[in-house]
Structure formats: structure tokens, C-alpha cells
């Protein structure tokens, strides 16, 4: 064997072929197949056709040398006896392993690194067993366990899972408390993504969590955390509040100056009731028309979202829906609109009904903004049998329509209703 390791290293023109030969083993768990030696350099080609007493022009017109034609010429040269296997392993200086073996022992690794962890934290095992199902949404989670540090990681994720706040908290100086991090659980950390993974299994919601601020707001919010207090907001008007039964002053003064609310979800967090003297609450999503609204009609129940929906208009119409209200909705009649339109019906279902958003308002709203292909295909995703006209027309006209151009049919709607319904009952 050394006699064989000094001829095949003393120029290194063995190498690239002896390192094809271990990968072809390990591929097939025995000496079989052939590797391609056309883009070797023509010295390590000469060398192996010396070795194979073979021309040299002979095997590069042939382009391939086969691993058992190689070792049967290992039994005809004064090497007679060592198998190439044993060559390789000598060579390399490592055992040679087959693919199979490399995926079990490393699967045995797993197993025993999973072992572990349940042992070492099992105030997580209810993450662990999920993760053992190994569905598309613990994908992340398994690329992150071969990091190092996941065992830390887990230690955090523990204590997190214990340390969950019963009043609410924000999440930077929940971080802080826990981690000494305030920017521990940022969403872009490791941590942060596998603590939102982590809370949307033990919230027992199947699928992948959902990234962006909407769902991730509702998220934290049913474990008492909070992302942002202040600047996450809803603006109403004409709408009342209660707090363990009495009636909020802040509420109660602005209903009777019919003044406008910026209701931060700090506030929203403080009522337990949200209510109005009329049935039915209308919304909008444009301060612009909101405003416009409220010249005309000072007295509306009116609602606006700003754009899409942040966790405080959700907050805010949930308390409307249990308050027994009924909810109109009017938007922007583009794929975005009507896309956050069907949001909203899914949600609320038939305490929810469309305001101007029908065929006729998209015709009489059509403005001069093309609609691209890419906006468009957003209306693929719209799975409302109410939308469907609209749906048709806007691929077919390829427009946006806005709410600006239908403030007097939205108008005339609100007294027809008003007239017809709050007034009767």
C-alpha cells in the first residue's frame, strides 16, 4: 500500500480522477460505473493511460475510464491484492461511506439530537411533536436546527414560552425582560421567527404563519403582546364605549361633539364594548372621502381604516359585530380594493354588506388608470360570487375605479338605508 500511495500521489495526477471514483462508490455502494476524463488536463490523462497501458489517444477518443476496469488493472500491476475501495480510503485518509450510510447515520444524529432537546426542554414538547410531523411549514424550522446554536436557541424559546405576559406588553421590553435583547424577537432574528413559529402552533392554527403585519398584529395580540400601541390606529366618529360596564368619557365627549377619533389600539385595548344608537355602522377606507362624508353627514356612524386593515380596525369592528351592529363597507373599486373587500366579508360574513361596490359603481367610477397584467392577476384570488360582475368587468376594461368619483351615489345609498331601515326600527 505505500508503495501504491507513493505512485499515485508523487504528481497528483490521480487526484481528480480518485476524487470522481469516491463519489461514484459512494453513489453506488460498490465498484461499478464510469467517469468522464475529456476536461482533465492532458498530463493527468497521460498518466492514467501509463497506469491502464493504454495510448493515450486511444482513451481520450474513448473519454471515460470505468472503476472496475481500473481495479482489474490494479490486479495486474505489482499493487496486485489491494482493491480499490481500500486505495481510496488509504488515499483519502477517511473511510469510505456510501450515500446510504451518510443519510442514516445522519438521520441517526437527528434522532438523537431531537432525543435531547425533549429531554433538556419539555415545556416544548408541543413544538417538538409538531415539527416530528414534518409539514411544509417546519421547513424553516429544520434548516435552522442544524445551526450551532439551535440548543440556545430553544433554552430562549423556553423561557419565552414560559414567561408570557397575562397583561398586555410590547414586544421590545417583553424581549428585554426575557432575553436582555429588546431587539431579540425582531421578525428578522432566528429567534423572532421561530417564536412567531412557535405561538402560531401553540395557538393551534395549521398551515405556514402568515408574515404580514395583519396576521402577525392578531398573532402576538392573543398572547397579550404587542408590536405597535400608538401608531397602529382606526379613525371613527359618532360611535360610544364602554369599560366594565360605564361609559367612556373620551367616547361619550366626542359622540356628543360629533368630533373624529384617532383610536390607537392603547385606547381600543381599555373598552370592553363598542357601540353606536344606530344599526347599521358604515366604513371606508380613504380619510379623504371619510372627511368628505362627514360634510354632508355630521351624524353617520362612520369608520375609516386608512388603506389596509392594521389590528385596530379589526379591533375596533369586532367590538361593532359583537356590539350586534351591521357593517357597510366601500373601498376603491381596483384588484387591491376589492381583494381587501373580500377580506372583510370572509370575516364577518353576513354582519358584513358591500357599499358601492357593484357592477354600476365600477362603470361610473372607471378612471384613465390602466390596470398591469400583474395587478390584474391579483383578481384571481377573489373568490366572492357578489365581486364576480365587478371582477368581469375590470378584466375586461382593465381600470381602477376610486371612491372619490361615487360620493353622492354613496350618499344617497346611506339615506335610502337609513330611511328605509334605522328610521323603521
Known sequence: MEEALHYFQQAN??????????????????????????????????????????????????GTVTLLRFERRLQQSRFEGIMLPQLLEAYFDVPLQTNHEVRFLAEQQKRRKWSRLRSAYP?????????????????????TSDLPRFEQLCEQLERLDQSLPFEYERIPLYAQRITGDPHALDRDTEL????????????????????????????????????????????????????????????????TRRSVLNV?????????????EKRTVWIVENSGVFSELLDFLPDMQ???????????????????????????????????????????????????????????????????????????????????????????????????????ALLARMIDEYQMVQLNFDDKN
Open 264 to 276: 390607537p389600539i392603547r385606547e381600543l385595548l381599555k373598552v370592553d364594548r363598542i357601540y353606536g
Open 13 to 62: 495526477n490521480f487526484e481528480r480522477l480518485f476524487q470522481q471514483f469516491r463519489k461514484k462508490y459512494s453513489s453506488y455502494g460498490r465498484v461499478g460505473g464510469s467517469i468522464s476524463i475529456q476536461t482533465f488536463p492532458p498530463e493527468d490523462q497521460q498518466a492514467i493511460a501509463l497506469f491502464l497501458s493504454e495510448d493515450v489517444e486511444d482513451l481520450r477518443h474513448r
Open 302 to 404: 362612520l369608520v375609516c381604516t386608512h388603506g389596509q386593515f392594521k389590528l385596530a380596525a379589526y379591533r375596533l369592528l369586532d367590538h361593532l359585530v359583537a356590539s350586534g351592529h351591521h357593517l357597510r363597507y366601500a373601498g376603491d373599486l381596483d384588484p387591491e380594493g376589492l381583494q381587501m373587500a373580500a377580506r372583510l366579508k370572509l370575516r364577518y360574513g353576513d354582519r358584513l354588506t358591500y357599499w358601492c361596490l357593484d357592477e354600476s359603481a365600477y362603470l361610473h367610477s372607471k378612471s384613465g388608470v390602466l390596470l398591469s397584467n400583474e395587478r390584474l392577476a391579483k383578481l384571481n384570488s377573489i373568490q366572492d360570487g357578489v365581486l364576480e360582475g365587478v371582477v368581469e368587468h375590470m378584466r375586461a376594461e382593465k381600470r381602477a375605479g376610486y371612491q372619490e
Open 123 to 143: 415545556e416544548l414538547i408541543y413544538w417538538f411533536n409538531h415539527l416530528e410531523r414534518k409539514t411544509p411549514d417546519t421547513l424553516i424550522v429544520h434548516r
Open 192 to 255: 423572532g421567527k421561530l417564536f412567531i413559529h412557535l405561538l402560531h402552533v401553540k395557538d393551534g392554527r395549521s398551515g405556514a404563519p402568515l408574515m404580514d403585519s395583519e396576521n402577525l398584529n392578531e398573532l402576538y395580540l392573543r398572547f397579550h403582546l404587542l408590536r405597535d400601541d400608538v401608531l397602529n390606529f382606526v379613525t371613527c366618529t359618532n360611535l360610544l364605549a364602554d369599560t366594565d360596564g360605564v361609559q367612556h368619557e373620551m367616547w361619550e365627549g366626542a359622540a
